[in-house]
């Protein structure tokens, strides 16, 4: 019905930036906007029907945030006209466009919706140049390997999540957000050197973060293996994981530990041997392995799946039965 397109229009435009909106689906417009509040950041989840958008020097005249937006296209394709550019993106990359100058914009959904993940930041938050940054508005950037992929994953999830934070959790997810966003434009740019110190660092940190997690399970997964494959030194490595109250060793076994714990309480791993399941993490031996987990959990890993298994035994007798009245 019409009268959903005219909400959808005014919330996008509340939660986001005035613009004029047209669709060819308006009498019966389907679409939904999750936006995800973190203060100076936002991030929004969007599906829509094919639309077109404009943003005009007179909505600039009268409102202003003075801000970035990135689109990580997940359906379809957006193509916008912005600072002289004509540019397509399809699923899997980003664009990146600016909010003060006017651009004209088409949606084209390949099924029934295009669906992406929107982030709005201010340009005073952005530490890279002005003059630098401008070089990317509107250009299609690549988002399935390296930063683009980093950055992918991260969005993704973190609108996935949205339900479970806290409002504690906020400042530090702008925080998170606006580190891999700059770390991402910085690498298009090639301009890493201009980026902060602690911005640098904390990107990195992500970047290496997603390595091991990616890697968990190659039992030759260690700190020497990991400052390589970031060309960094050894010692650099450490140094950023000073702030992270653990070692490089520790965090790599403190992530591949509760992968196993994970999997020894599924029960649809119930009839896997322990010591394939520490394996398939890549530790090397059971006995090795059997004495890290009760370090840790405070159990063998044995004990502790035979544990969930009698808790879900006990929490099975206790379900209602089949057919019976509810009260």
Known sequence: MTERFGSWHDMTTRAL???VVRSDHEADFRASARVLDLG???????????????????????????????????RGSHRILQAGRDTTSGPGEVMFFDTSRPWQGWASAEQDTVRGVMVQVPRALLP????????????????????????S???????????????????RLATCTLDLLTAFLAHHLDAASSMPPQTHHRALLMKIHAFIQQHLGDPD?????????????????HRLFQDQDTTVSGWIRARR???????????????????????????AGPAHFSRAFRAVYGLGPQ????????????????RQAPGTPRQ
């Open 153 to 171: 994953g991260y969005l993704t999830q973190l609108v996935a999540g949205a339900a479970t934070y806290t409002s504690a959790d906020g400042a």
């Open 221 to 237: 997964l260690s700190p020497g293996a990991v400052a390589a494959a970031h060309h960094i030194s050894l010692r650099s490595l």
């Open 128 to 151: 890279l140049p002005a003059n630098k940054v401008d070089r990317l508005t509107a250009v299609r950037l690549p988002a399935r390997d390296g930063m683009g992929a980093l950055l």
């Open 17 to 19: 930036i005035p613009s």
């Open 257 to 283: 530990l509760e992968r196993c714990r994970r999997d020894l309480a599924d029960p649809l791993l119930s009839n896997q041997p322990i010591h394939a399941l520490a394996a398939r993490w890549g530790f």
């Open 40 to 74: 100076a950041v936002d991030v929004s989840a969007l599906a829509y029907p094919s639309l077109e958008t404009r943003r005009t020097t007179k909505l600039i005249r009268q409102s202003d945030p003075d801000s970035y937006q990135l689109m990580l296209n997940l």
């Open 303 to 318: 004990d502790y799946r035979q544990q969930h298994q009698v808790d879900r035994a006990s929490r099975g007798t206790h």
